[in-house]
């Protein structure tokens, strides 16, 4: 995880932004910034937003699927919800090129936006 003075609990702002751990007084463009303090103390709350916290970014899970119509395993394979509740796992190039009977259900899911 990045860490920011923004996010430390050391960290102090009103008239201006002091740090208790170091005893100073930081800039607002530094108190943004990242960096690689020893005393950071990871808080929750934003020093400059009161009403919002702090929101970590979903990360993309890089595991690889196996397509159901070529048996390629790839990271780029996106599933589907067919109409009768089956599930399709199928890579770009068999959802565009592919012509058997999974991927013109998976192409209709996805015109749908039935993508899980």
Do not use: W
């Not at 709350?45 to 699927?65: F, I, Q, V, W």
């Amino acid at each position: 995880m990045k860490q920011y003075c923004r996010y430390c609990a050391y960290l102090v702002t009103g008239n201006g932004t002091y740090c208790q751990a170091h005893e100073k007084e930081l800039s607002d463009s530094y108190a943004k910034r990242v960096n690689n303090c020893k005393d950071f103390d990871f808080c929750e709350m934003d020093a400059y937003c009161e009403t919002s916290g702090y929101k970590p970014r979903n990360r993309k899970s890089n595991k690889k699927l196996t397509c159901d119509i070529c048996k390629r395993e790839s990271t780029s394979c996106n599933r589907y919800l067919t109409e009768d509740g089956r599930t399709i796992t199928i890579c770009p190039p068999c959802l565009v090129n592919g012509d058997s009977y999974l991927a013109r259900l998976a192409r209709k899911a996805h015109e749908e936006g039935r993508k899980i």
